[in-house]
Nanobody, 112 residues
Framework: QVQLVESGGGLVQAGGSLRLSCAASGSIFSINAMGWYRQAPGKQRELVATINSGGTTGYADSVKGRFTISRDNAKNTVYLQMNSLKSEDTAVYYC??????WGQGTQVTVSS
């Protein structure tokens, strides 16, 4: 089992920044892909960004140029730096580990 704990969500004005963190613990024996999805009210969960074991990253078109995903393998932690936030970024953000384990989610609210 792998446990994921997210932090860093909150309320921010449009144009502002937030940094999300997700720390993995438990039965971790190798470096796996990690990443972030989000789900807005009434919408399906969607990919935000992922980073694989080699550090290769992928982003949704809607966040390219504004969000940056990174990881610290020594700490089994993945980060999401979110800049130039828009009201449409408002959602619950979920961290995943290898698309098998998921965090409880952290709320991001962007006020316009």
């Amino acid at each position: 089992q792998v446990q994921l704990v997210e932090s860093g969500g909150g309320l921010v004005q449009a144009g502002g920044s937030l940094r999300l963190s997700c720390a993995a613990s438990g039965s971790i024996f190798s470096i796996n892909a990690m990443g972030w999805y989000r789900q807005a009210p009434g919408k399906q969960r969607e990919l935000v960004a992922t980073i694989n074991s080699g550090g290769t990253t992928g982003y949704a078109d809607s966040v390219k140029g504004r969000f940056t995903i990174s990881r610290d393998n020594a700490k089994n932690t993945v980060y999401l730096q979110m800049n130039s936030l828009k009201s449409e970024d408002t959602a619950v953000y979920y961290c995943h580990w290898s698309w098998k384990y998921w965090g409880q989610g952290t709320q991001v609210t962007v006020s316009s």
